[in-house]
C-alpha cells in the first residue's frame, strides 16, 4: 500500500532533519510518499527495522530488491552503500514521523470543532479549554474534562467521571460513573470503561444474587484502550491500569484488577478479578489468567496460554498448563513426534512378543 499527497514532498536531508537522521546518498534527493519496501517506488520512503525483521528473511530480501528512493535502516548494509538510506536509531519510528507528515490532517481528524450542538452537557459539568465535542456526545452531572481533551461522536460519559487533558474519546466510547482518566489517555471505539464486574452470590434453589458493584476504574496517563475492549469496575474499591499500559481490541479486565505500568496486553486476552500485574509484562493475545494472582514484572506470556497460579519471576512462559518458554518449546517438539513414538512402541512390543513366542516364555 503507498500513502501519497502530490502536493508535498521533501528532500532527504528536509526528512534527516525531522526524523533526526543522517543521509546516506544524495540530501537533495526528493520524496514525495511513503510504501512498504515490496511495493514502494522510486520516489518513496520505506524503512527496515532489522531487530523486529531479523527472524523473517522475506525483508531483508525484500529490502535489497526495493525500488523506494530511500529507506530508513540502523546501520548501512555492507551491499547497499550505494542507495540512498537514512540512518536513524529506530527506523520504524521515523518512518512514522515521516508518514504522518505526508497524511493531510482533513482524512484522520474530526471536521467538528468546539462543541457540536446536538451534545447534551450537564450545566454542573466543568469543561477545560480548547475542547472538541462531537455530535450526540452525552455528559452527565459533575463531570471534569481536562483542557485539550476530544471526545468524537456517540460517546457517554456518566455522572461524576474526571477525564484529564488532551485525552482522545474515540466514537461510542462509554465511560460510567465516577471513573477517572489522567492525561493522554486514549480510548478506541466502543470501549467500556467501568462496567460492572461479574460477581454474584449464589444460594441453591434461590440461583444468584447481583452484587452490586460501587468501585470505580482509573486509567492513568498515557494509557489507551482498544477497540470494544471492556474494564469492569471494582467491588468497592478501584480497578487500575498503570501509566503508559497499552491494552488491545477485545481484552477483557475483571473488577478489582491492577495493572502496573507500561504492560502490553494482546487482544482476546483475559484476567479475572483482583489479578495483579508488576511493570512491563506482555500478555499475549488469547491469554487466560485466573482470579486472585501476582505476575512479576518483566514476565512474557505467549499467546493462548493459561496462567493459574501466580508467576513470581520475570521471564518468558507458554502453555496450558504454563512452562518456561523454552521448556515448553522442548517439550512442544515432542508432541509433534507423538505419533512416531506410538508406532515405535507398537513395533518394540510386536518384537516381544515373537521373541515370546520363539523361546516359548
Not at 497524511?103 to 451534545?119: K, T, W
Amino acid at each position: 500500500m503507498t500513502i501519497k499527497m502530490k502536493e508535498k514532498s521533501f528532500t532527504l536531508q528536509e526528512l534527516a532533519d525531522l526524523t533526526d537522521s543522517q543521509v546516506s546518498g544524495d540530501p537533495n534527493f526528493r520524496i514525495f510518499g511513503v510504501a512498504d519496501l515490496e511495493s514502494a517506488g522510486i520516489k518513496e520512503a520505506s524503512f527496515y527495522a532489522k531487530g523486529a525483521y531479523e527472524q523473517n528473511s522475506r525483508y531483508g530480501k525484500a529490502m535489497k530488491q526495493s525500488q523506494a528512493g530511500v529507506i530508513f535502516v540502523e546501520e548501512v548494509p555492507a551491499d547497499l552503500e550505494e542507495r540512498n538510506l537514512l540512518i536513524s536509531k529506530n527506523p520504524s519510528r521515523s518512518f512514522q514521523t515521516v508518514l504522518e507528515a505526508f497524511i493531510d490532517p482533513r482524512h484522520y481528524e474530526s471536521g467538528f470543532a468546539d462543541i457540536h450542538p446536538s451534545a447534551v452537557i450537564h450545566e454542573s459539568v466543568e469543561l477545560g479549554e480548547n475542547l472538541r465535542i462531537g455530535p450526540h456526545v452525552t455528559i452527565d452531572q459533575h463531570c471534569v474534562i481536562g483542557s485539550g481533551t476530544v471526545i468524537e461522536a456517540g460517546v457517554c460519559i456518566g455522572p461524576g467521571v474526571s477525564i484529564g487533558e488532551n485525552c482522545r474519546i474515540y466514537q461510542n466510547a462509554v465511560i460510567r460513573e465516577r471513573c477517572i482518566l489522567g492525561n493522554r489517555v486514549i480510548l478506541q471505539p466502543g470501549s467500556v470503561i467501568g462496567s460492572c464486574g461479574f460477581g454474584y452470590s449464589t444460594e441453591p434453589g434461590k440461583g444468584h444474587s447481583k452484587l452490586r458493584q460501587v468501585g470505580n476504574v482509573v486509567l492513568a496517563d498515557d494509557v489507551e484502550i482498544g477497540a470494544n475492549t471492556t474494564i469492569d469496575r471494582a467491588r468497592f474499591k478501584s480497578t487500575y491500569i498503570g501509566r503508559g499500559t497499552k491494552i488491545d481490541n477485545l481484552v477483557q479486565v475483571g473488577h478489582g484488577v491492577t495493572i502496573g505500568e507500561d504492560n502490553l496486553l494482546v487482544s482476546q486476552a483475559g484476567l479475572a478479578g483482583s489479578t495483579e500485574t508488576g511493570n512491563w509484562v506482555v500478555i499475549g493475545g488469547q491469554v487466560g489468567i485466573g482470579g486472585h494472582l501476582k505476575i512479576a514484572s518483566g514476565v512474557i506470556i505467549g499467546g493462548q496460554s493459561g496462567v493459574s497460579k501466580s508467576i513470581t519471576k520475570p521471564g518468558q512462559y507458554q502453555g496450558r498448563p504454563l512452562l518456561p518458554m523454552k521448556e515448553f518449546h522442548r517439550i512442544l517438539v515432542h508432541y509433534r513426534r507423538l505419533e512416531h513414538y506410538v508406532n515405535a512402541i507398537d513395533e518394540i512390543k510386536r518384537r516381544l512378543k515373537d521373541i515370546e513366542v520363539s523361546t516359548g516364555k
